[in-house]
């Protein structure tokens, strides 16, 4: 992986953000409505970003038996397992990296089912846990189009988060405050978007695997100013790396897109094996999930309803397919890796025909690739890096 100054400058800012996690406290799914919790006073916890933790500390496979053996499979999200595993253990990375005994403790948790029916399960066990209000937004899934009545029945979930969250901090939202939240919001993540746009260029000056470290801010700090700040610094440098030709890969070969969730135990050394064989991982689905341009400051509720409902996991087939495509063309890219995740299957979309569709319609050269988030066990590493060189060769050939 690249070695960027923002990197270093990220440190600072979580560490900033884990030391303020004080009461009230609210805890939130990744793609759920963090920006209405931040305008009403709280602080914003997010255990998928703990998970990614214990996955890309290779910790998971420690907690993960944990949690099977008190009745959460080993076929469902290694995330849900891993955290709660870890919960059950008493432990967590945030000791080691901040300092914090333990995660914080809610006093509201709320959840999004935009990305996954897990979610719910995941946080109704900690809502029991802490004796704690959960609240769920259930959005309309797999939809082709986001239709005006979606949007309405989910902001009029919205309102009845609010509702709740208000009496437990005593205090009305403050519309102006929520407008305000919704704009840094927007303006956070549109940058986010520009710094992952530098690799359009060729050579990328960034690859997968730097976004997927560099894309913790506009996950836990969304609707912050700190957020803003820092992705203008970041897209600052990329954008003089891409000026200068510097590349993220030396001798940059082959351009690959990566669909689905990243491998957060083996980060390192798939991006040396795809580095190795001179192929850049210029773009994915994944990390461009946390872009919102259609965050809108005067129309904040229904903008935040649309956005968190069109987001890429929640969308028909037709869609996936023609945004795939569309980044195809985008980004120049020769070949497409399908991450197989065995434990994330929303977030999984080899198994119902999109490679074929998606190669037929575009000609474009395809893998699927076994594995998993957090569980190292459904990744067999030797034959991966098997099909990764194979599948690299191929394509060279034909780009040469």
Request: charged share 25%; with cysteine.
């Amino acid at each position: 992986m690249s070695r960027l100054r923002c990197q270093d400058r990220m440190k600072d800012v979580l560490r900033k953000y884990f030391g303020e996690l004080t009461t009230p406290v609210a805890w939130c799914t990744s793609a759920g409505p963090a920006e209405i919790l931040r305008a009403l006073g709280f602080h914003v916890y997010f255990p998928e970003n703990h998970a990614a933790m214990l996955g890309a500390s290779r910790q998971a496979q420690k907690y993960i038996p944990r949690a099977n053996n008190v009745g959460y499979s080993s076929e469902i999200c290694s995330y849900l397992t891993s955290d709660i595993g870890a919960w059950l253990c008493k432990e967590t990375p945030l000791t080691a990296a901040y300092g914090m005994p333990s995660v914080p403790k809610p006093d509201l948790i709320v959840f999004n089912t935009n990305q996954c029916r897990e979610v719910a399960d995941w946080f109704n066990y900690f809502g029991r846990e802490f004796s704690c209000p959960v609240v769920g937004i259930y959005p309309p899934r797999h939809v082709e189009e986001v239709r005006k009545a979606y949007v309405e029945d989910v902001v009029a979930q919205f309102r009845g988060l609010i509702e709740t969250a208000e009496k437990l901090v005593d205090r009305q939202l403050d519309p102006q405050q929520l407008s305000e939240t919704v704009r840094l919001s927007r303006e956070g993540t549109h940058l986010w978007k520009l710094m992952l746009e530098t690799a359009i260029n060729r050579p990328a000056p960034l690859t997968f695997f730097d976004g997927t470290i560099l894309m913790a801010p506009v996950v836990v700090l969304r609707g912050t100013v700190e957020c803003v700040e820092f992705y203008q610094s970041a897209c600052d440098e990329l954008k003089s790396l891409a000026e200068s030709g510097v590349g993220a890969v030396p001798d940059e070969r082959v351009r690959l897109y990566w669909e689905g969730m990243p491998i957060w135990g083996r980060l390192r050394s798939l991006s040396d094996l795809f580095a190795e064989c001179h192929a850049a991982v210029v773009a994915s689905t994944y990390c461009n999930s946390w872009i919102f341009d259609d965050f809108d400051s005067a129309h904040p509720l229904e903008s935040l309803a649309y956005a968190y409902t069109q987001i890429f996991i929640n969308r028909g087939e037709n869609f996936k397919l023609n945004y795939l495509k569309q980044m195809i063309t985008d980004y120049r890219v020769d070949g497409i890796v399908f991450h197989d995740s065995k434990t994330c299957f929303n977030n999984s979309n080899n198994r119902f025909g999109l490679p074929q569709r998606l190669q037929e319609e575009t000609g474009i050269g395809m893998l699927i690739l076994d594995g998993d988030l957090n569980d190292l066990r459904f990744f067999p590493e030797e034959r991966a890096r098997t099909k990764v060189e194979t599948f690299i060769e191929q394509l060279s050939a034909k780009v040469i």
